[in-house]
Structure formats: structure tokens, C-alpha cells
């Protein structure tokens, strides 16, 4: 197993589970470049405050992440978001405006709340009310979130609100973010109802026959653990204990007979019958340039972005009056130097002590390239000036944590769904290998982790099919 982030440490648990179940004998070695392993899920819990530094929530909708919780016993450290704070805000002209109910990234269920909002234009308002008469593409070929959005919606959709939803994501560039690879959904209600309205319209009254809490943006389905995302990797780690090798860098393979052999950093090498690779893109690129040169050119083709957290603490006198909402996002036209802004303390209970605020900040990102040369201390300072013009906090922070992700973000470009099929094709004529990770099929945590788990009954059907 090559890269311990949670695709990774999935596949080498999935493994582990069956071969117990088929008492098969098979020995797990994973190899981590880093000192660490959990990739982006990483939690400091310093002074009663709960601190993410990467993902804080995943979407229970897909169930790869809730299930492996509870195949891990953890079933109980799952939390829910807070109800009573459960809505999003975004920068309008240098005030946070709140995104109207019913409004899921880049389209409304309901046209009453936009009407009634102050962040669309009388003209904006008008063009997304047509929405519903504008004909359907009848191309299949892939499109970029720009021109899907301004097509159906208009431009001021995607400059105020869908771009910043987006961006908050996939710290995207979204003239090149590729919308069947990101937003699928969007394009099959357009090719289902011929609008997105409609198709806005007619899942929300699907959710409502099956379930009655189905409001706004159904922030109950994102969960998070008690005590911080990082409790999934750290369980992870703690059931594969000597099988993992952490400082160990994969840098290429090539065959030894009829097996593989794995050459590291340091000069040393490690033979295997079977290999995944759970690797970022451009790693994995290197490491099969010379068995596969094909499929590593593919691979060194999906870009990637580098973003950074900054978590500030507060005391809750230090506000006027702070936002009762889980964040905010900032759309690029905005010009400010943040991309999104949170507090973890009004999204889940437990993240700070009575009467403090845990808040956090996201900078970077392909449109914000350049805030990622400065200091960590300019950083701060950057996301401080933000804070006190967008929310009127002018105080120091109690504390700030600062954690950069280089090159961490893949970069879903128009094109890339078929770029990851050609990659798969080309990477299945390789014996006994597989690939897993964010660069494929979706960037979120129970996407990785399905990622890794299909890898692993893919090797692992190979491997009992040689014995």
C-alpha cells in the first residue's frame, strides 16, 4: 500500500478484513512518505478547543464513511451538525448576506426566497425566474461550471453565489471545473426536467416523501466525531499498527520475477505480490513512469491547488454580535484575500469551552494562488484585517493555528472523467496493481475511502484468484 491519507489506510484495513473473514494469510505493509498518516484529517485539541486543520464534516448521504465509522465501533462518536445554526452566508458587497433557503450550490428550489433576497439584482432575479423556460443543452459533452451556470442562471448566480459555493470545495477555477465530474446531479436534472428549477423542485419533493427533515440545505446529513475528524485515521492506524512504515517514499517499482519491487528514498527496496497506490497523482506519476509510461503522463496531467487553514480562537464578548451560522464563503469578485470562513463552535457541539468561539479561515486556492507565498504570521494578519472588516472583530485571537495543504486539492478540469477512464484502462494492464485516492472519482472523505475500498477488493480478488 502506497500513502497513508484515509483512501490509503481504508484499503489496507479492507484488506485486513478479508482476510480474516477468508482466513486467507496475507501480510499488509503500508508505506506513509510523511511522519504522519490521515493525509488532511488532522485535529489539534489544545485548551478544550477541538481544532480541525482540514476537513471538519463528511456527507453521510454517502455511506462509505459512516459505515467503515461503524464497522470501527465509532458509531457512538458520531455527531451531527448543530441545528439551530444551520445556514451558510456569503460576501456581498463587503456584507455577509445570508443564502437564501432552498438554494443548494448553484440553483434555487424556490424562487420566493431569492426574490425576497438582497443578494441578486432585480435584473439577476428576473433571469433566474426564466430559468425554467431556457431550453436544455442536448450536447453531452462535458462543460465547465461557468458555462453551465450562466447559461441556465445567468451571471450573477455564478459570480455571487455558485463560484464561492464551489470554490469552498474544490478551490476551483471555474472556468475549468468540470461539471460531471463535480456536480452531475445538476446536468441530469437539466437532461431529466430541462431545468434545474424543476429538477430542484422535484428532488426536494422526493426527500420529502421519504423523509420529514429535508429543509434548507440538509445540513444534518454532514456528521463529524466528537472529538475531531482525525478520530477516524488514528483508530485506522492504531488496528493496522506495525503494518504501516511511516518516512518510507516510494519514488518507482519495477517486476522481480512474477512479483513487484518497490524502490524508497533512502535505497532501500520491498517486494509485494500486489501494489495499490493511494498516492497524490503526480507521485503516483513517477512511480509507474517506467512500467507505464502511458498511464504516467495521464497522471501527471490532473493538476492541483494548494490551500491553507487558520483557526483563530475568541471569546464570544470579543464579537458584537457574530454571525448564528456555521460560515461564509467569498466569492473571488469580492477581491478579498479569504475564500470561506467558519465557526466550528456553532457547527458542532464540543469544538471550544463555554463562552469561547473557534473560528477558521480558508486561503488559497487556484483563484488565490498567490496568498499561499506569504508567512505564516503575514497569514494570520491577512485572514485578521479580513475578520475585522467582514465580522467587526478587531481583537487579537486568544490563539491561531496555522496548517498549509500543498498541492493537496486535485483539480477536476473539464475533460476529466475522461481522463480518469483512460488512466484506469491504462493502469488495469498493469499485473496486480490498482489506484485509489482524490484525484479519480471525488475528493470528499467517503469518496476516498470507497475509492480505497474498491481497490482493495479489486487486488484482493487477484490475489485469491493466484493462489
Request: charged share 25%; aromatic share 6%; proline share 5%.
Amino acid at each position: 500500500m502506497i500513502g497513508g491519507g484515509i483512501a490509503g489506510l481504508a484499503a489496507a484495513y479492507r484488506l485486513r478484513e478479508l482476510a480474516a473473514a477468508r482466513e486467507f494469510p496475507l501480510d499488509v505493509q503500508l508505506l506513509e512518505r510523511s511522519a504522519r498518516c490521515g493525509g488532511a484529517l488532522e485535529t489539534i485539541r489544545r485548551d478544550g478547543f477541538v481544532i480541525e486543520t482540514g476537513a471538519d464534516s463528511f456527507l453521510s448521504e454517502k455511506v462509505a464513511a459512516a459505515e467503515l465509522a461503524q464497522r470501527l465501533g465509532l458509531g457512538a462518536e458520531l455527531i451531527p451538525t448543530r441545528e439551530i445554526y444551520r445556514k451558510t452566508c456569503v460576501v456581498r458587497a463587503g456584507r455577509l448576506v445570508e443564502i437564501p433557503a432552498g438554494f443548494s450550490l448553484l440553483a434555487p428550489a424556490h424562487l420566493g426566497p431569492v426574490l425576497r433576497s438582497p443578494l441578486f439584482s432585480p435584473l439577476g432575479k428576473l433571469r433566474i425566474a426564466l430559468e425554467p423556460y431556457i431550453a436544455a443543452r442536448t450536447s453531452d459533452d462535458d462543460e465547465s461550471l461557468d458555462s453551465f451556470v450562466t447559461r441556465r442562471l445567468g451571471r450573477e448566480v455564478l459570480e455571487r453565489v455558485a463560484q464561492a459555493l464551489a470554490g469552498g470545495i474544490y478551490t476551483a477555477d471555474p472556468n475549468r471545473l468540470s461539471m460531471q465530474a463535480t456536480m452531475p446531479r445538476f446536468v441530469e436534472m437539466e437532461r431529466a426536467h430541462g431545468s434545474v428549477v424543476k429538477g430542484m423542485r422535484a428532488a426536494e419533493q422526493l426527500r420529502a416523501s421519504k423523509s420529514s427533515d429535508v429543509s434548507g440545505a440538509r445540513w444534518s446529513m454532514f456528521l463529524s466525531f466528537r472529538n475531531g475528524m482525525a478520530t477516524l485515521p488514528e483508530i485506522l492506524v492504531a488496528r493496522l499498527g506495525a503494518a504501516i512504515r511511516k518516512g518510507s517514499d516510494v519514488v518507482g517499482m519495477s517486476r522481480n520475477g512474477d512479483a513487484w519491487r518497490l524502490a524508497l528514498a533512502g535505497g532501500e527496496s520491498i517486494d509485494a505480490d500486489a501494489v495499490i497506490c493511494a498516492a497524490p497523482a503526480y507521485a503516483a506519476a513517477r512511480i509507474v513512469a517506467t512500467i507505464a509510461p502511458a498511464a504516467a503522463k495521464m497522471l501527471g496531467e490532473i493538476s492541483y491547488a494548494s490551500s491553507a487553514t487558520v483557526n483563530l480562537t475568541y471569546r464570544e464578548s470579543d464579537f458584537d454580535g457574530p454571525p448564528r451560522a456555521f460560515g461564509f464563503v467569498v466569492p473571488a469578485s469580492e477581491r478579498r484575500r479569504i475564500i470561506a470562513g467558519s465557526f466550528s463552535s456553532f457547527k458542532f457541539e464540543g469544538r471550544s469551552p463555554a463562552g469561547a468561539i473557534l473560528a477558521r479561515a480558508f486561503v488559497g486556492g487556484e483563484m488565490s494562488r498567490d496568498m499561499m507565498s506569504l508567512s505564516d504570521d503575514e497569514m494570520v494578519a491577512a485572514v485578521r484585517d479580513e475578520f475585522r472588516e467582514l465580522l467587526g472583530v478587531s481583537v487579537a485571537p486568544g490563539f491561531t493555528e496555522v496548517r498549509r495543504w500543498p498541492d493537496s486539492m486535485p483539480q477536476y478540469e473539464v475533460g476529466h472523467l475522461a481522463r480518469v477512464a483512460e488512466i484506469e484502462h491504462a493502469t488495469a494492464e498493469i499485473p496486480a496493481f490498482a489506484i485509489a485516492g482524490a484525484a479519480y472519482r471525488g475528493v470528499g472523505i467517503p469518496d476516498c475511502i470507497r475509492s480505497g475500498e474498491d481497490a482493495a477488493d479489486a487486488i484482493f480478488a487477484k490475489l485469491s484468484a493466484m493462489k
